[in-house]
DNA sequence: AAGTTATGTGACCATCAGGTCACATGTCAA
DNA sequence: TTGACATGTGACCTGATGGTCACATAACTT
């Protein structure tokens, strides 16, 4: 298994994704708090968690018997890269910004 | 399935992502010229086109009997936006800039 | 019209991935 | 040290996914 393989697999299902959103919204969250979140086992959730961290996507910290969790946006970015250059990245974000602009009006 | 569980179930497989790489070169080929391409079948690769379209990663345009497709990178720049705010792509691209740098160099 | 070329469909099978559970380890607090 | 708390492991079942094939449709060429 590749490094890209591991991460676009760990995007794939929609709980990580989610959990995820969950840490770019607050980071250095623990298997605890972060399974309160979810309708899942604590089992499910810490399975999750180990595939994301696996794919570089999560870092963590231990702190004591707790394990903080935090979001390593890098991998993210690389995906970006690897399909939008730089004029297409201007190009797109400006229709991305045309596109809520004209949301926001209606 | 949601539009965005498409998009990231789309670009969990290597040879879609594959598919992707080869569109990003060059735009416009058909499916037979990307079969040359892969180590598959003609159906596999039929397959795989499919799920790409309707995740929105690739559009595509007929010309005859023939099916020309192109890369369609917006779904991409999305799933950046949606974990990477303005101030950490700022961070970020310095760091993976500095990184090639410093590749470079060595 | 007949043959060739480009693509589409549905069934089929093997493998993989999500989720749960029983059980286990390590840490804090009194 | 005893109990409660936070996390880790391996087995297990079920549903989804990747790839192939037989068959079918549609368009270009001569």
Redesign the pocket.
């Known amino acids: 298994m590749t490094d890209d393989d591991r991460v676009f697999?760990a995007l794939?299902?929609p709980?990580r994704r989610f959990l995820l959103d969950l840490l770019f919204a607050r980071d250095g969250r623990?298997?605890?708090e972060l399974e309160s979140e979810l309708e899942?086992?604590?089992?499910?959730v810490?399975?999750?968690l180990k595939?994301l961290e696996e794919a570089g996507l999560v870092v963590t910290r231990r702190s004591?018997?707790?394990?903080l969790h935090f979001l390593n946006a890098i991998p993210i970015r690389q995906i970006h890269d690897r399909w939008i250059d730089k004029y297409t990245e201007h190009q797109i974000t400006t229709l991305i910004d045309l596109k809520r602009t004209l949301e926001e009006e209606s």
Chains 1, 2 share one sequence.
């Open positions: 697999k794939a299902d709980s623990t298997l605890t899942m086992t604590r089992f499910g810490a399975k999750h595939v004591g018997r707790e394990k």
